[in-house]
C-alpha cells in the first residue's frame, strides 16, 4: 500500500545533519508516510549513515545520483515518490511532532484541491524566532508570486505539494547546476493557488556552505538559470498586471546580473521582451552591477531570497 506522504530530503555531503531529521521523523504523530532520500553525488559517508536505521518505523528509501544540483535531485525525487503528497525537507530542517498532521488537516479544508498545487506553513529558527514574515490572514489563498510580490512576505516558508502538480512542472535541468526554486513555482502560479497558513511546521537551520549563504556567487555562476527566472518574473508580472514597481524590480534584477554575464544587448532585449523596462533598469542596475563587483559573494544571507 502506497504512503499518503513523501518526505523528500535532497543532500550532499550533510551525513551529519541528517540524524537530527529522522529523529523528528520518528517523532511524528502521523505515520503514513516515506522518507526518499536522494543523495546527489555526495563523497562523505551519507549511505552508512542512512542503511543504520534499516528498523524505522517508516519505509526509507536511499537513492544516490551524480551531482547535479538539488533542482535534479528534486525532479528524481518527484519520479521516485510514491505518496499523494510531497513535502520537501531539506537535510539543514527539521519539523514539528504534528508537522505531517497539520498539512494533512489544512489540505482537507481545501475546497476542489484539482485547483490548489500546495499549502504551506512558516519556519522558525532554533531559537523560536520567525523566519522572514507571517501571511496576511492566519488561512490566506493565494500564489507564491503573488504572496511575495503584492502581500510583501518575504523568508523561506515550509510546504506540501500534490506530487502529480510537480511531476506536470519539472525543474528544467538545461540552465546549470542551479536553479532558483521560484523559477518553477512562478510557473505552477500561473494555474493553480496555494493555501498559506499562519502555523509553525518547521524549524531552519542555514548552513555556511548552504546555498543561501551563498547566494550572490551562486546566482553570478548560473547565469542562464538565473535570467531565465528573473525574465518570466517580468512577464508574469505584466501579465497578472502587479504594479509597475514590481516589473521594474525584476528588470533591474535581470539587467545587473545579463551585465555579469556580458550578455550582448540585444539578446537581452530579446529575452526580457520588456524594452521599456529594460531602459528603465539599465542604470539601477548597473549601480547594482558594481556594487557586486566590490562584495564579497559568500557567507551573506539576503533579507530576501527570490
Known sequence: MKPK?????????????????????????????????????????????VEQWGDAPFPIRYVYKPNGGKHTAINRGVQEAEGEYF?????????????????????????EKSRFAEVVGLFVYPSGELVGNRFPKDVFDSDPAEIQTIHKVWGDKFGCH??????????????????????????????????FVNEVWAYKEFQPG?????????????????????????ALALEKGYPLGVVLRNSINYVRFALHARKPIGEQLRQLKAPLFWGLALLPALGLYLNDLRQPQEGRIPRRVT
Do not use: M
Request: proline share 4%; charged share 30%; aromatic share 14%.
Open 162 to 195: 500534490r506530487t502529480e502538480v510537480l511531476r506536470e512542472f519539472p525543474f528544467p535541468e538545461d540552465l546549470g547546476k542551479f536553479v532558483t526554486e521560484n523559477l518553477v513555482w512562478y510557473r505552477i502560479a500561473r494555474k493553480y493557488k496555494t493555501r
Open 5 to 49: 506522504i513523501t518526505v523528500f530530503t535532497p543532500s550532499y555531503n550533510r551525513a551529519k545533519l541528517l540524524p537530527r531529521v529522522y529523529e523528528s521523523l520518528c517523532r511524528q504523530s502521523f505515520k503514513d508516510f516515506e522518507w526518499l532520500i536522494v543523495d546527489d553525488g555526495s563523497t562523505d559517508d551519507t549511505k552508512a549513515v
Open 87 to 111: 513535502v520537501i525537507l531539506d537535510s539543514d530542517d527539521w519539523i514539528t511532532d504534528i508537522t505531517l498532521e497539520r498539512i494533512l488537516a489544512v489540505w482537507d479544508t481545501v475546497p
Open 210 to 234: 548552504g546555498l543561501t549563504a551563498n547566494f550572490l556567487k551562486i546566482r553570478l555562476h548560473s547565469s542562464a538559470a538565473t535570467l531565465t527566472y528573473y525574465s518570466e518574473a517580468v
